[in-house]
């Protein structure tokens, strides 16, 4: 057997591995998230709104060059849920919101007592890198 030469502990973290998020909120039990609605990239012609079409499916998709949310839309599903009462939604905000963005607060949960009341109301706020007013219409 070979001999192996152990290495010395670095101590401790000095922060959490897991970073807490900008964009959701997690101090009470109904979980709320920052969203950002697609249709309003389209709504507002904004030009970080991409889109490409997949050679292998034929299917067509979008998404945000600036990574405001991090997923890729597939266009055919998005306008057939756009013809809906409910529209197509929003979906979880990933970085930074630019002024033109179409952003709601939404909860995960519903529930009722001390354990789902609200205890970060500030986070209902317009993010700190927004300077437009904060789309609350879709908020608890």
Do not use: W
């Amino acid at each position: 057997m070979g001999s192996h030469k152990r290495l010395p502990y670095t101590g401790r973290v000095p922060t959490p591995t897991v970073p807490a998020q900008d964009h959701e909120c997690r101090q009470c039990c109904s979980f709320c998230d920052r969203l950002v609605h697609p249709s309003g990239c389209i709504a507002r012609n904004c030009p970080s709104l991409y889109v490409f079409d997949d050679e292998e499916t034929g299917h067509r998709f979008m998404g945000c060059i600036h990574k405001v949310f991090r997923g890729e839309i597939d266009v055919a599903v998005f306008r057939e849920q756009e013809r809906t009462r409910h529209g197509f939604g929003g979906v979880k905000m990933t970085g930074t919101p630019l002024p033109q963005c179409r952003l709601s607060v939404e909860r995960a949960y519903d529930g009722s007592g001390q354990a789902f009341d609200c205890v970060n109301p500030s986070f209902f706020d317009p993010p700190e890198t927004l300077e437009v007013s904060f789309d609350l219409r879709d908020h608890l």
